[in-house]
């Protein structure tokens, strides 16, 4: 097999971080091959039918489909279009889900494992049915999906999973080998009729068709506010609706409940060159770290992208680890690209790494996403969508599809299995395993800091610095000067931790994260980090 090159840690990393284009300093490769998706800024007062906050997936699904309804709509973004995890997202389409359908079957019985299925399954046939309708060129494939052991696994574990995704309705078989994969033992899982594409391609081609509806993206626009009436943004515009969709990755706008229902993750993804088609067209998974430290069991995914005359892309991802928590395995974000690079070299052909990039998903703690109206407002006009559970772009476009739904006012047969208030009891192990962590975290304020002082701090790096009984996060530019901020984080007020790959400071409690210079990129908080004066 040829030896695969690193080509450098900065592949692909823009001179300076630019929040609106990208939730880190690396760019994905979609984003590095495309133009940013970016629109006027709000600067009037609106009113219409529904709004939107957040242009990700699910953001831009709902408002693709609320303008076919021919509802006035407006999406509020940030950033620029898909800025957030869907310009990061590697873009499997899938009914192939990464937790396990007997785990499904365990948590809301055959039935509603069944219409788990059915659901993605109607995810991937609304992006292929738009593709097509659109003419959206976004490299859009069918294409099988293979899922095979990870070594800590058993065997038995795949015979359950034939047996559970038979029973969900999917046309599964077990295969002898992995194809593709020589290396892989064997057998593995094929799933039929699976899909992929290019993320941004497709949303700029949605985003096209609603502003030709006549409806209204607006970019740069970060949303302060939230109630029932509307939102208010940053620059003091009101937007009153009737309906309020909050697509936001992981709700803002609320400071608590559904935050102890989910986990925040890093993942981490490579790009690497392999010769045209020495690999059968197809998407490859494992089963995932059995003995893992996290609950979401961290598994590999590898996909195929059409590159040029003479290669591939292979995209591969995996080694996560809960935001802000690298060091509970003792394993720092670069060394992550190392272990994957090695993963991916002693089984594919690859020749040149060309793309590293890392992002976030939300770990449901019991696999499904949490869409439909918020349970906590009483007029029932709110709706959010959350817990991707490393399924995303196909929970984000059901998101579209059953918020649409219930907004329009008609049934739809998905709506109780995703619905945010349903009862996760029988996952309790998990719920408190992951707010037992959450509590831990909290003695990050008795701790000494990272380095003793500032002086310690390289250019370009940053680092937690104890200040008398406070910690300040820190980061000295490229040029030497120091930006200081409270560590504090403002949501439940937990201590960020540095996380020196994608420039960023990464809370460790709910997956908040802030720039280098203080700025939030993910939630649950919406304000940035209090600035503070700090001697060198
Ligand atoms: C590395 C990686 C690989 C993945 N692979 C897959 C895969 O193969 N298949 C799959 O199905 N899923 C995958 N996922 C998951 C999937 O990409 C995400 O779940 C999905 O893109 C999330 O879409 P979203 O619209 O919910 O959120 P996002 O795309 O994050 O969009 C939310 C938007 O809200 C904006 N926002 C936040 N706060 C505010 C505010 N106050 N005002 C205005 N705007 C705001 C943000 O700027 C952001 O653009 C992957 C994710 C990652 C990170
Ligand atoms: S994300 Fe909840 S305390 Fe930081």
């Not at 049915?129 to 490299?139: A, G, H, L, R």
């Not at 019991?366 to 196909?394: Q, V, W």
């Not at 802030?514 to 700025?519: H, N, P, Q, S």
């Not at 939030?520 to 908080?525: E, L």
């Amino acid at each position: 097999m040829p030896s695969s090159k690193n080509k450098s840690a900065s592949i692909n990393r823009p001179k300076k971080v630019n929040p609106a284009r990208a939730s880190g300093a690396d760019l994905s490769f979609w984003q590095a091959t495309t133009k940013p998706l970016e629109f006027a800024t709000l600067n009037e007062d609106l009113t219409i039918n529904t709004v939107i906050v957040g242009g990700g997936i699910a953001g831009i699904t709902t408002a693709y489909l609320l303008a076919k309804q021919g509802r006035s709509v407006a999406i509020l973004e940030d950033g620029y279009l898909a800025s957030g995890e869907t310009g990061r997202t590697t873009a499997h389409l899938v009914n192939a889900l990464d937790d396990r359908y007997y785990d499904l079957e365990n948590y809301f019985g055959k039935e509603g494992a069944r219409k788990a299925a059915e659901s993605h399954s109607a995810a991937v046939d609304l992006i292929e049915y738009n593709v097509t309708t659109e003419n959206i060129d976004c490299d859009f494939e069918r294409l099988p999906g293979y899922l095979f052991l990870h070594p800590s696994d058993k065997k038995d574990s795949l015979k359950k999973e034939l047996e559970a995704t038979r029973n969900a309705g999917i046309n599964t078989e077990l295969l002898d080998n992995v194809p593709g994969i020589p290396s892989e033992p064997g057998p593995c899982i094929m799933f039929p009729s699976q899909a992929m594409f290019h993320p941004l391609k497709y949303i700029a081609a949605l985003a096209n068709t609603i502003i030709k509806q006549g409806e209204k993206i607006y970019t740069k626009t970060h949303v302060t506010k939230i109630d029932s009436s509307g939102v208010v943004t940053s620059n003091g515009h009101s937007v009153k609706a009737e309906h309020i969709v909050i697509a936001t990755g992981t709700p803002i706008h609320r400071t608590f409940e559904i935050h102890t229902k989910q986990e925040a993750y890093r993942t981490y993804v490579i790009g690497a060159t392999v010769p045209k088609d020495s690999l059968p067209r197809a998407l490859w998974w494992d089963t995932g770290d059995q003995d893992s430290t996290w609950n979401n069991y961290p598994y590999h995914y590898a996909r195929l992208q059409n590159y040029d005359d003479e290669f591939d892309l292979l995209i591969v991802g995996g080694e996560d680890h809960k935001t802000g928590q690298p060091d509970k395995e003792g394993i720092e974000e670069e060394m992550r690209f190392d272990k994957l690079i090695k993963w991916t070299t002693e089984r594919f052909p690859i020749q040149e790494v060309l793309y590293k990039w890392s992002g976030q998903i939300m770990e449901p703690v019991d696999s499904l996403a949490f869409i439909g109206r918020d349970p906590a407002e009483s007029k029932g006009n709110i709706y959010f969508f959350t817990g991707d559970s490393g399924n995303g772009m196909t929970h984000g476009t059901l998101a579209g599809i059953i918020i649409s739904d219930m907004i329009a006012g008609g049934e739809n047969p998905w709506t109780s299995l995703y619905d945010p208030s349903r009862k996760t009891l029988k996952t309790a192990a998990d719920f408190v395993e992951a707010n037992v962590n959450v509590a831990k975290q909290y003695t990050e304020f008795l701790s000494g800091g990272d380095v003793d002082s500032v002086k310690q701090i390289a250019p370009d790096h940053g680092a937690i610095v104890r200040m008398g009984t406070s910690k300040a996060a820190v980061y000295r530019d490229k040029s030497g000067n120091v930006h200081a901020y409270s560590a504090v984080c403002p949501h439940l007020k937990c201590i960020v931790e540095w996380n020196d790959e994608e420039k960023s400071f990464d809370c460790p409690c709910h997956g908040s994260r802030f720039t280098c210079y203080g700025k939030v990129i993910n939630g649950p908080a919406n304000t940035d980090l209090t600035a503070v004066d700090i001697k060198e």
